[in-house]
C-alpha cells in the first residue's frame, strides 16, 4: 500500500456543504478583522518609531577628549562696557588664566554702553570655575554693573533630537536686570557626562548640569566692591546615556502572529458559544410548539 503524505496534515478541510454561514458569524468575522488590522497597524508604527533608552552608569565616558570639555559662553551685561569685560578660568590642577582671549567676541550694546560676551573655550575635568569680571582690565571701574541675561551656557556636542529633554543649557534665559547692580553672582553647576547613541552605534558627547545660585556683595581687601559672575563646577561621576533602539523583526512578527491568532481563536470560541447557544434556543421554541 502506497505511503500517503497527507496523513501529516492537521489542517483537516471541512467540505463546503458541511459548513453553515450565519449573520452572527459574519459580524465576528467583520469585527474581527477590523480588531486585527487596528492591533496590526499599532504594532507596525511601534516598530518603525526609534525607541530612546536611557541608562546610568559610573564611568568617564570621553576618554578620547584629553580630560577637557568644551564650554560654550553667551552672556550680556547691558550696563558694562566692552573694554572692562573679561572671562577668567581658574581649577584645581592649578591653572589660573585671567582675561581668556581666544575664540571669544566682545560686541557692545546700547551704544557702547553695554557688552554681549561670547565665547568658546575648554575646562579640565576637575573641579573650578570660570568667571566674567573686571579683573582683567588695566583699570577698575568705581561702580562695575553685572547685571546681565544668560542666553546659552552649554558643554560639550550640542544634542538636538526629539524624545530628549535634558538640562542641556539650563542657565538658557536666566534674567538678572533686576538685581543689586555691585552685586556677585554665584552659579554652582554639577555637570553630569551624557551620551547619545544612535541606532547606527555612533556616540555623540554632551553633558547636562544641575545648577543652584546666590546673589551676595563682596569687598576686596581694600574695602572695595568687585562683584563677578562665577561659574562653579563640579563633575557628576554618574553617567546618562541615550540610546537608540528599533524593535527587533522577529519580535514584530512574533506579535502579529499572536494577534491574528489569539483573535481568530477567541472569536472562534466566542462563535461557537454563540451558535450552540443559538440552537439550544431554536430547539427549545420547537419543544414548545409540539
Same mark, same amino acid.
Given at each position: 500500500?502506497?505511503?500517503?503524505?497527507?496523513?501529516?496534515?492537521?489542517?483537516? +478541510?471541512?467540505? +463546503?456543504?458541511?459548513?453553515?454561514?450565519?449573520?452572527?458569524?459574519?459580524?465576528?468575522?467583520?469585527?474581527?478583522?477590523?480588531?486585527?488590522?487596528?492591533?496590526?497597524?499599532?504594532?507596525?508604527?511601534?516598530?518603525?518609531?526609534?525607541?530612546?533608552?536611557?541608562?546610568?552608569?559610573?564611568?568617564?565616558?570621553?576618554?578620547?577628549?584629553?580630560?577637557?570639555?568644551?564650554? =560654550?559662553?553667551?552672556?550680556?551685561?547691558?550696563?558694562?562696557?566692552?573694554?572692562?569685560?573679561?572671562?577668567?578660568?581658574?581649577?584645581?590642577?592649578?591653572?589660573?588664566?585671567?582675561?581668556?582671549?581666544?575664540?571669544?567676541? +566682545?560686541?557692545?550694546?546700547?551704544?557702547?554702553?553695554?557688552?554681549?560676551?561670547?565665547?568658546?573655550?575648554?575646562?579640565?575635568?576637575?573641579?573650578?570655575?570660570?568667571?566674567?569680571?573686571?579683573?582683567?582690565?588695566?583699570?577698575?571701574?568705581?561702580?562695575?554693573?553685572?547685571?546681565?541675561?544668560?542666553?546659552?551656557?552649554?558643554?560639550?556636542?550640542?544634542?538636538?533630537?526629539?524624545?530628549?529633554?535634558?538640562?542641556?543649557?539650563?542657565?538658557?534665559?536666566?534674567?538678572?536686570?533686576?538685581?543689586?547692580?555691585?552685586?556677585?553672582?554665584?552659579?554652582?553647576?554639577?555637570?553630569?557626562?551624557?551620551?547619545?547613541?544612535?541606532?547606527?552605534?555612533?556616540?555623540?558627547? =554632551?553633558?547636562?548640569?544641575?545648577?543652584?545660585?546666590?546673589?551676595?556683595?563682596?569687598?576686596?581687601?581694600?574695602?572695595?566692591?568687585?562683584?563677578?559672575?562665577?561659574?562653579?563646577?563640579?563633575?557628576?561621576?554618574?553617567?546618562?546615556?541615550?540610546?537608540?533602539?528599533?524593535?527587533?523583526?522577529?519580535?514584530?512578527?512574533?506579535?502579529?502572529?499572536?494577534?491574528?491568532?489569539?483573535?481568530?481563536?477567541?472569536?472562534?470560541?466566542?462563535?461557537?458559544?454563540?451558535?450552540?447557544?443559538?440552537?439550544?434556543?431554536?430547539?427549545?421554541?420547537?419543544? +414548545?410548539?409540539?
Amino acid at each position: 500500500m502506497p505511503f500517503d503524505f497527507r496523513r501529516f496534515d492537521i489542517y483537516r +478541510k471541512v467540505p +463546503k456543504d458541511l459548513t453553515q454561514p450565519t449573520y452572527t458569524g459574519a459580524i465576528i468575522s467583520i469585527c474581527c478583522c477590523l480588531f486585527i488590522l487596528f492591533l496590526f497597524l499599532s504594532e507596525l508604527t511601534g516598530f518603525i518609531t526609534t525607541e530612546i533608552v536611557n541608562e546610568l552608569y559610573v564611568d568617564d565616558p570621553d576618554k578620547d577628549s584629553g580630560g577637557k570639555i568644551d564650554v =560654550s559662553l553667551n552672556i550680556s551685561l547691558p550696563n558694562l562696557h566692552c573694554e572692562l569685560v573679561g572671562l577668567d578660568i581658574q581649577d584645581e590642577m592649578g591653572r589660573h588664566e585671567v582675561g581668556h582671549i581666544d575664540n571669544s567676541m +566682545k560686541i557692545p550694546l546700547n551704544n557702547g554702553a553695554g557688552c554681549r560676551f561670547e565665547g568658546q573655550f575648554s575646562i579640565n575635568k576637575v573641579p573650578g570655575n570660570f568667571h566674567v569680571s573686571t579683573h582683567s582690565a588695566t583699570a577698575q571701574p568705581q561702580n562695575p554693573d553685572m547685571t546681565h541675561i544668560i542666553h546659552k551656557l552649554s558643554f560639550g556636542d550640542t544634542l538636538q533630537v526629539q524624545n530628549v529633554h535634558g538640562a542641556f543649557n539650563a542657565l538658557g534665559g536666566a534674567d538678572r536686570l533686576t538685581s543689586n547692580p555691585l552685586a556677585s553672582h554665584d552659579y554652582i553647576l554639577k555637570i553630569v557626562p551624557t551620551v547619545y547613541e544612535d541606532k547606527s552605534g555612533k556616540q555623540r558627547y =554632551s553633558y547636562q548640569y544641575t545648577v543652584a545660585n546666590k546673589e551676595y556683595v563682596a569687598y576686596s581687601h581694600t574695602g572695595r566692591i568687585i562683584p563677578a559672575i562665577w561659574f562653579r563646577y563640579d563633575l557628576s561621576p554618574i553617567t546618562v546615556k541615550y540610546t537608540e533602539r528599533r524593535q527587533p523583526l522577529y519580535r514584530f512578527i512574533t506579535t502579529i502572529c499572536a494577534i491574528i491568532g489569539g483573535t481568530f481563536t477567541v472569536a472562534g470560541i466566542l462563535d461557537s458559544c454563540i451558535f450552540t447557544a443559538s440552537e439550544a434556543w431554536k430547539k427549545i421554541q420547537l419543544g +414548545k410548539m409540539h
